[in-house]
Every structure is written in C-alpha cells, then in structure tokens.
C-alpha cells in the first residue's frame, strides 16, 4: 500500500477555501485516490475518489497532476461544520480490502 | 446510500467483564466487515477482517482470543471483547464492503458511527 503524507493540521477561516495536500510518491499503476472525513465521536465519512486529473462532486474537488504523485482535497467556502478529520488513502479498489488509515489532517474553521 | 449501524453506541463496564459489540449492514449484503479501533487523537487502526461464514483474520498484535469475531451473516459482525481491561478503553468502529458488484458506487466502504466503550 502507497504510504501518504499528510499536513498534520491547518486552521481556516469560514468561507475561504481550503485545499489539504498529500503526497503518496509510491502509487501503484491501479491505485486510486480517496478521501475520508471524520469528526469527532464518529466513523468516517467518504468525500471523494478519483484516479487522474480532477474529480469533482456536491462537496469537494480533488485535483490529481500527471505524475499522480500527490493529490489536492479542494473544500469550497468552508463553514463552522467542515472542521473535521480528513484522510487520504490511496489503494486499489477491492471491496474486500481494507482502508489503510494515515494520521490525516486535523482541519478547524475558525469564525 | 448504504447505511451501517453499531449497537451500542456508548458501553461502560467493570474490567474483568465481556463486552458485545455488534456491527449491522441496513440496507445491503456485506461478505465482508472490518473492524477499527481508534484512540483518542489517534488515527484508525485495522484489528480485523471479518469474512462471512469463515474465520476472521487478525491484526499483526491484536489478540485473537481476546477480540472474538463472529460474522453469522450477510448482515451482521459482532466483535466481543473479553474480559476487558481499562486499556481496552477506545472507540470502535465497524466498515462494511459488498462483494457484489453495483451495490457501492465509486468504491467506498460504509463506516458505522462508532462504539465507544470504557472499561472502569
């Protein structure tokens, strides 16, 4: 499994962009790339996958270059309630596999 | 989209005392369940794999005696934690994956709110 490097946290004002960075310069041909939010007291929630280029969905953006070395979590306009937990995971896409959990980046939106 | 449950939610016990926990896929077929643990501030750690109808697979570490696995059915996980200890203290958290293919959209797996159990 693709190790991946997260900023352990970042701090944010409400309605500013947040974009959280993780390098995995070990990706294999068939990895995909994954986010996950979790907050506290809960199990994690998925955001949003993706395999090159960008991806794009109601909550998030996720920006992939070329080389697939790293990967951009892009959060638009970011409220109170987005302040979270947030994972990257790369690995191929077999259901019977399971997640392989980093330490993530703590994110808090500050008012 | 799929939903998993936990029961209980929150547990509070006696060390020595075993402890239910059981891990629900709502609304589809689970071949397969794992089981996390995650403490405070920590990331998640894999203890198990949880295959329906055969053995669990444990975690290089995670004593199988002591977190019994039972995957009865296509639904349900149960992970028991045995005479528990105030280090077995920790959140617990469910995943399940179908093996059939349609049912999960983009390969996600659905995670349960969590159980968190204190051992006094």
């Known amino acids: 499994l693709a190790k991946t490097t997260q900023p352990i946290s970042m701090d944010s004002y409400e309605g500013q962009e947040v974009n959280i960075t993780c390098s995995h310069n070990n990706i294999a041909t068939n990895d995909y790339i994954t986010w996950y939010q979790q907050f506290p007291s809960q199990g994690p929630r998925f955001i949003i996958q993706g395999y090159k280029t960008k991806v794009t969905n109601e909550v998030a953006s996720l920006f992939i270059p070329a080389d697939r070395k790293s990967s951009t979590l892009s959060l638009p306009r970011v409220s109170l309630s987005d302040t979270a937990v947030y994972y990257c995971l790369v690995g191929r896409r077999r259901r019977n596999t399971p997640l392989v959990f980093g330490k993530g980046t703590r994110l808090s939106v500050i008012a | 989209g799929a939903v998993v449950s936990q029961h209980p939610s929150w547990v509070i016990c006696k060390s020595g005392t075993s402890v239910k926990i059981e891990c629900r896929s709502l609304?589809?077929?689970?071949?397969?369940m794992f089981w996390y643990r995650q403490f405070p501030k920590q990331s998640l750690m894999l203890m198990a794999t949880s295959n329906e109808g055969s053995k669990a697979t444990y975690e290089q570490g995670v004593e199988k005696d002591k977190f019994l696995i039972n995957h009865a059915s296509l639904t349900l996980s149960t992970l028991t934690v045995t005479s528990a200890h105030p280090e077995d203290s920790s959140f617990y958290i469910c995943s399940a994956s179908s093996g059939a293919e349609g049912l999960l959209s983009s390969y996600e797996q659905y995670f349960g709110p969590g159980t968190r159990l204190t051992v006094t």
């Open positions: 609304d589809f077929q689970a071949t397969t």
